[in-house]
C-alpha cells in the first residue's frame, strides 16, 4: 500500500527535495496535503503535479491568489492560517506527516499531527527546541514514530540501528563550521547577509543557513539530538568537521564509535526518514573519498560562535529557557537579514532576552506558547534600540 503524505512546508528547501523523491517513487508515495506559507507560484505548480486533497497557506489573500492559479478538475480543497496547517496534520487517511516547516510555525501542526496518530519526519528542530518534553511525551502516549529528517540526527538514529541504548556512551555531533570558520573575529562586524547565506557545503532555506553561519544550528540540535534520543547536553560532542560526510556518529562504552557518511544532500535522510527501516535506490553518488583525501575534525571555537554557548546555556537553565533561546534567534536572524542589527548582534540580543526572561519549570503547551510570545516582544524592542 502507498503511503499518504502531507507534506508541511512543501515548497521550502527540505520540502522540495520532499517531493523529488515522491515524483521517483510514486509506487510507494501519494500526497494528500500540501502546505505552504506565501510562495503561491510554486505552491500552485507542486499542486498540479501532485494532486493533494488539501492545500494551505498562510492567509486569506494567499488561498484567493492560489485558486485563481489552480485549473478546474483538480480534487484539492483550499484552506489558511493555523486551522488550515492543523487540518493538514492531522488530515484522515493521511499515514504520514512531514513536518519542514521553518521556526516556531510548526510546533502546533506537529502536536496535531501527534494527536491525529500520524507518524512524523520531522525536519522542523524548532518543534523540539521549544517543547521536547512536551512532544516526546505526546509521541510515547500516543505510540506514534518520530522520524528525524535533520542529517545529523538521521545518521545518529542510523547509528544506533540494531544497538543496545544501554550501551551508548555518546554522541558525537558534527558541524560543517559554515562560512566564517577561519574567518577572524575582528572581522566578524563586517559581515553581510549575503556572505552568511553562501554556505560552503549545504543549499538550505535562509534561516538555517544563517542559523549554520553562527552555529546556532548547531546548538540547536544539540537540544534536538537531546530529546530525540533521551541524551543530556553532556553526552553531547560537538565537532567540527568541514568536509560534511560524517554526518554524525554515537560512541559506544566499548570504546567503538559508529559513524553515518554521505555526499551532503538531504535526500538520503528525507528517503531514510519515509521510507524507513527500508533503503530506497536513490541514484546518490558516493563521497569521493581518495578525490577527498582526509577527513579533518576540530574543535568549536565558542569564543568566536558565541551562539553554541547560548544554546548550552539554555539547556542548563531548562524549562522555558529553550523556548526563549529559538524565539529570541529567530526574531535576531530576522533582524540581521533585514540589516537592521550586525552578525556579531544576534547572539548579544539572544543572550539579553534569556538574561530578561523569568523562567518557567513544567511549562505546558501554552507556557511554552506565551514565553516564545514574550521572547520575540522582547527581542523586538532590544532590536529597536540598537
Ligand atoms: P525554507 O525556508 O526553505 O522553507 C520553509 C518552508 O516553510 C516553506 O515551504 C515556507 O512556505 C514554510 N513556512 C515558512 N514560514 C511559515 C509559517 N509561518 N507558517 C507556515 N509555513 C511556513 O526552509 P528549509 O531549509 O526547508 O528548512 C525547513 C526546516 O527544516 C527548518 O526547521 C530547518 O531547520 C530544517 N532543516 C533544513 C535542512 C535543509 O537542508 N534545508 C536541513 C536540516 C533541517
Ligand atoms: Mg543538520
Redesign the pocket.
Known sequence: MRKALSL??????????TLTIVAQFPELFTVSAL?????VELLADQIKRFRPQLAVV?DKVHARRLEELLPGGLPTEVLYGEDG?QMAAALEGVDMVV?????A??LKPTLAAIAAGKDIAL????TLVMAGEVVMGQVAAKGVRLLP???EHSAIFQSLVGHRREDLAKVLLTASGGPFRTRRAESFDTIQPADALKHPN????????I?SATLM?KG?EVIEAMWLFGVTAEQIEVVVHPESIVHSMVAYRDGSVIGQMGVPD?KG?IAYALAYPERLILEQPLPDFTGIGALTFETPDIGRFPCLRLAFDAVSTGGTMTAVLNAANEMAVTAFMNEQIGFTQIPRVIEAVMAAHAVRYHADIDDIIAADGWAREEAARLVAQL
Open positions: 508541511l512546508g512543501a515548497t521550502g528547501s527540505i520540502g522540495q527535495s502546505a505552504a506559507h506565501t510562495r498562510a496547517y513536518g519542514a516547516m521553518v521556526g510555525a510548526g525536519a522542523n528542530k524548532e529528517v535533520d542529517s549545504w543549499s538550505m532555506g535562509s534561516k538555517i543557513t542559523d544550528n540547536l538531504m535522510a
